[in-house]
């Protein structure tokens, strides 16, 4: 028997209509056999981070289950964005679609293609405010929550 893992994603667009960009992964993940329970948050709108003029993100956080190992999940990620045409040229540039692994069950992994938690997840507002809407109560590794990690940056 497979194990499951409960995992969280964070999903960002501003190119090619956003909002459909988020709603045609969300059917992608739901499609999987591999990943169950799937719960999204809303999608904020968030200014972009980033280099130039860009337009706004649409942003949201998926929570599911999953028998995928993590670097499994990581390409089957990366085949999603690929598909709805994502091209990797400049850092925090423009996208059609940006899927980030946050967290993976209470795993921590450093290796050279992953980084898990999401080592930017404590310091970006348009992933605690999707996480906090559907795990308020969710502990990092680092045994800090949500709430505490929100409102350092609020």
């Given at each position: ?78 085949k ?15 996208r ?50 949500v709430?505490q ?6």
């Open positions: 028997m497979n194990t499951t893992t409960l995992c969280f994603i964070g999903l960002g667009s501003n190119l090619e209509q956003p909002r459909k960009q988020l709603d045609s992964a969300l059917m992608a993940l739901r499609s999987a056999p591999e990943i169950t329970q799937l719960t999204a948050s809303s999608y904020f709108t968030t200014a972009a981070i980033g280099p130039g003029q860009q337009p706004d993100y649409q942003n949201a956080v998926a929570r599911f289950t999953t028998t995928l190992k993590a670097l499994q999940l990581l390409d089957f990620l990366q999603i964005e690929t598909q709805q045409g994502r091209v990797r040229q400049l850092r925090w540039g423009a059609t679609l940006d899927l980030d692994l946050l967290l993976y069950g209470e795993e921590t992994l450093n290796c050279e293609r992953l980084t898990v938690p999401h080592p930017r997840i404590y310091e970006r507002r348009f992933v605690l405010e999707p996480l906090s809407e559907i795990a308020p109560q969710l502990r990092f590794p680092d045994g800090s929550n709430a990690r929100l409102a350092k940056l609020l």
